[in-house]
């Protein structure tokens, strides 16, 4: 006979396994991994779209840098380029902090649901299984 309930169940874990696979994946880390390595990837990206930046700008300024070469002219430069990136870095890492712990606690929340309909699961078939063998 099926149980509808255990139907339910399993068509709820199924949906879960096939929509969730961030929370399952993110389900293996703990939460200050997790945030350590995306930090590491925003660092990554950060520093990318600066130096991507960077390259526009000295490119659409090539001629006046060339013709106006001196050396406290780009020593000023490039402290003016350390800084920024420095300034902008703080707060980008701070946002991707946020975002990714307020991502990793939604998960978790997720995978607690998950987890309770696991164990439902499990009872159903131990009850089942209690029933055999007394029978």
Do not use: C
Not at 39 to 45: D, E, N, V
Not at 80 to 86: A, K, N
Not at 105 to 113: G, T
């Amino acid at each position: 006979m099926i149980n509808n309930d255990k139907v339910r169940l399993m068509t709820k874990i199924q949906v879960f396994e096939n929509h969730e696979k961030d929370a399952l994946k993110a389900n293996r880390y703990f939460q200050k991994d997790y945030l350590g390595l995306h930090l590491i990837r925003s660092l990554l990206a950060y520093m990318v779209l600066f130096l991507l930046v960077l390259a526009v700008i000295f490119l659409y300024n090539w001629e006046e840098l060339l013709t106006a070469i001196d050396l406290t002219a780009l020593i000023h430069a490039g402290r003016w380029i350390i800084l920024s990136f420095f300034l902008l870095l703080i707060p980008s890492m701070i946002v991707s902090y946020i975002v990714y712990w307020f991502q990793y606690r939604r998960y978790r929340r997720k995978i607690k649901d998950y987890i309770m309909n696991l164990k439902q699961l499990n009872a159903y078939y131990n009850n089942e299984e209690t029933k055999q063998s007394a029978d």
